[in-house]
């Protein structure tokens, strides 16, 4: 594989482009051309619709989040030493089984087979030590259970203060307990803050758990609430298969 030039950074506008803000629905995806040296020049089209301006129906403008994205695919594609368009992801840039944005893959990606390479395409051992390494730096604790299964308190008042703080650890066993949450002896000793999780099930009445510091983690994945306990259902189902008890 040819070598890539450096990335030119030197006046801070090499990545500007043309690109602008987006004035609204029916108008034709921008580009951002960027200049890779004078080897490439790549534009990449950006639908403003999907990922930028504001398109009248309140979705906010992404543009500098995605700017900050391409930025980083262009630093991993230089560390890793690969062609800018040899990798393909999901619409909106997301690498590898791991589904890593390149920040993400820049930050927490790591090298667990020790070939290397970080590679999310190919090598479980990568996909796992980084998704491991993802959730430790967000605050993931060796042992300590993701959830518990309560009932909340009867008290819409107490429910609703509770349920306020959303997915972030913020109560005690004991504070839960005195606002009326019923919880699982099992969770008379954990180590971790708590917080009161609602799941809602169409027309059957919601479900709700107390989630701890690793079920906060799971949500800096992906924040939401039925994404985490789907992680956590299916890792579930993988253990007791793999303990021989059957999914
Ligand atoms: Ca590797």
């Given at each position: 594989m040819a070598s890539l030039p450096r990335l030119q950074?030197?006046?801070?506008?090499?990545?500007?482009?043309n690109h602008q803000k987006g004035h609204g629905a029916g108008q034709r995806p921008q580009r951002i051309d960027v200049r890779l040296g004078d080897r490439f020049r790549i534009g990449v089209a950006v639908d403003q619709n999907g990922l930028g301006g504001?398109?009248?129906?309140?979705?906010?403008?992404?543009s500098a989040f995605f700017k900050d994205e391409l930025e980083n695919w262009f630093v991993l594609c230089q560390s890793e030493g690969v062609?800018?368009?040899a990798w393909k992801g999901s619409y909106a840039g997301a690498i590898g089984m791991?589904?890593?944005m390149p920040s993400s893959f820049n930050k927490y990606a790591v090298?667990?087979?020790?070939?290397?390479h970080v590679n999310l395409h190919h090598s479980a051992a990568d996909v796992i030590g980084s998704v491991a390494n993802y959730l430790a730096e967000f605050g993931w604790k060796r042992g300590l259970a993701v959830r518990f299964d309560v009932k909340p308190p009867q008290d819409l008042e107490m429910r609703a203060a509770l349920l306020a703080?959303?997915?972030?650890?913020?109560?005690?066993v004991a504070e839960m307990a005195d606002q009326g949450v019923i919880l699982p002896p099992?969770?008379?000793?954990?180590?971790s803050a708590l917080a009161l999780v609602e799941l809602q099930n169409g027309d059957a009445a919601p479900s709700y758990v107390a989630g701890t510091a690793n079920f906060y983690a799971i949500t800096r994945y992906n924040r939401s609430s039925y994404y985490a306990m789907a992680v956590v259902s299916l890792g579930e189902a993988v253990r007791r298969a793999a303990n021989g008890a059957g999914a």
């Amino acid at each position: 594989m040819a070598s890539l030039p450096r990335l030119q950074h030197e006046n801070g506008n090499q990545r500007q482009g043309n690109h602008q803000k987006g004035h609204g629905a029916g108008q034709r995806p921008q580009r951002i051309d960027v200049r890779l040296g004078d080897r490439f020049r790549i534009g990449v089209a950006v639908d403003q619709n999907g990922l930028g301006g504001d398109d009248g129906e309140g979705r906010t403008d992404r543009s500098a989040f995605f700017k900050d994205e391409l930025e980083n695919w262009f630093v991993l594609c230089q560390s890793e030493g690969v062609e800018p368009l040899a990798w393909k992801g999901s619409y909106a840039g997301a690498i590898g089984m791991a589904q890593f944005m390149p920040s993400s893959f820049n930050k927490y990606a790591v090298d667990l087979d020790g070939d290397g390479h970080v590679n999310l395409h190919h090598s479980a051992a990568d996909v796992i030590g980084s998704v491991a390494n993802y959730l430790a730096e967000f605050g993931w604790k060796r042992g300590l259970a993701v959830r518990f299964d309560v009932k909340p308190p009867q008290d819409l008042e107490m429910r609703a203060a509770l349920l306020a703080a959303d997915v972030l650890p913020t109560f005690t066993v004991a504070e839960m307990a005195d606002q009326g949450v019923i919880l699982p002896p099992t969770a008379s000793a954990v180590d971790s803050a708590l917080a009161l999780v609602e799941l809602q099930n169409g027309d059957a009445a919601p479900s709700y758990v107390a989630g701890t510091a690793n079920f906060y983690a799971i949500t800096r994945y992906n924040r939401s609430s039925y994404y985490a306990m789907a992680v956590v259902s299916l890792g579930e189902a993988v253990r007791r298969a793999a303990n021989g008890a059957g999914a």
